[in-house]
């Protein structure tokens, strides 16, 4: 039974070195960077984002209904 238990664990140790190694190998960038890249991101497009510029009464879905007028 320790023979199990040591191949066990064996395996999980190699598991975990195998992540290990995938994670250290993906390719980084500074924060600094991603904030900038993130910032320059944001005003690019604030033209197009409906919470800095509004939505047009016509195309909001969430305005409040009209009331019927032949009632």
């Known amino acids: 039974m320790?023979?199990?238990?040591?191949?066990?664990?064996?395996?999980?140790?190699?598991?975990a070195v195998k992540q290990l190694r995938l994670e250290a190998s993906v390719r980084?960038?500074?924060?600094?960077?991603?904030?900038?890249d993130l910032k320059n991101f944001c005003l690019q497009n604030a033209q197009k984002d409906p919470l800095l510029m509004g939505v047009p009464s016509g195309d909001n879905p969430f305005r409040p209904p009209k009331s019927c007028g032949l009632l």
Do not use: C, G
Request: proline letters at 0%; charged letters at 10%.
């Open 2 to 15: 320790s023979n199990n238990n040591a191949s066990t664990s064996l395996a999980v140790a190699h598991k």
């Open 28 to 36: 980084r960038i500074h924060v600094s960077q991603a904030a900038t």
